[in-house]
């Protein structure tokens, strides 16, 4: 039996569309042929492309929140980085079209999105609690750690590591070089400060 189409049930077809094909080869007609409707009938439920990718990226921040939150629930320090870093990479393995969509950044108006990407920020934030960094500094820390990831799933996720050595062992070495670098954060800001 067919899915009954709605908003929600569009958004996780274009979702899944996403995920197959990548976030911008997603058009309404592609769409429209996933759920087996003319393209006319998917501006029913949205407004247009743009709406449809928004729509993914907010679903996909509220999905990776609730599945960050939960990895690093019960650790610190390290192993918080650890849990978040491989959740993170596994999940855009699984979802590299929902990836893309989150790394976009939602609209200032948008205050349904800017909320849920609020909250995913704020939980990568709460796994670095145990580096006792506030303020710039962990906005800052937060920072790295995003470019960080993000440079290396992307060029995962494109085909970027063609040598034999195992990927895996690379991440987990990014990882633990991240959490030498922000043990000692702070000191390095005061350093560079002077």
């Not at 189409?5 to 569009?10: E, P």
């Not at 699984?94 to 948008?110: E, M, N, S």
């Not at 820390?141 to 990927?167: P, Y």
Request: hydrophobic share 45%; charged share 25%; glycine share 8%.
């Amino acid at each position: 039996m067919r899915e009954r189409l709605n908003r929600a049930a569009i958004v996780r077809q274009a979702a899944d569309l996403a995920d197959e094909s990548g976030l911008e080869e997603l058009t309404i007609t592609r769409i429209a042929s996933k759920v087996g409707i003319a393209p006319p009938g998917v501006y029913r439920h949205v407004v247009d492309l743009d709406d449809v990718r928004r729509a993914i990226g907010c679903s996909a921040a509220t999905d990776l929140t609730g599945l960050l939150g939960a990895a690093a629930s019960g650790r610190s320090g390290e192993d918080a980085l650890i849990a978040v870093a491989t959740t993170l990479r596994t999940w855009a393995q699984k979802h590299p079209g929902r990836y893309t969509a989150v790394q976009i950044a939602p609209d200032p108006d948008d205050l349904e999105y800017v909320k849920v990407s609020n909250e995913l920020i704020n939980v990568i934030g709460s796994a670095l609690r145990a580096y006792n960094l506030s303020g710039p500094d962990l906005i800052d820390a937060v920072r790295l750690l995003r470019s960080i990831l993000h440079g290396f799933i992307a060029l995962e996720l494109q085909g970027g590591f063609k040598l034999a050595q195992d990927t895996g062992r690379s991440f987990e070495r990014l990882i633990r070089s991240v959490d030498i670098v922000l043990r000692s954060w702070s000191a390095t800001v005061k350093a560079g400060s002077s």
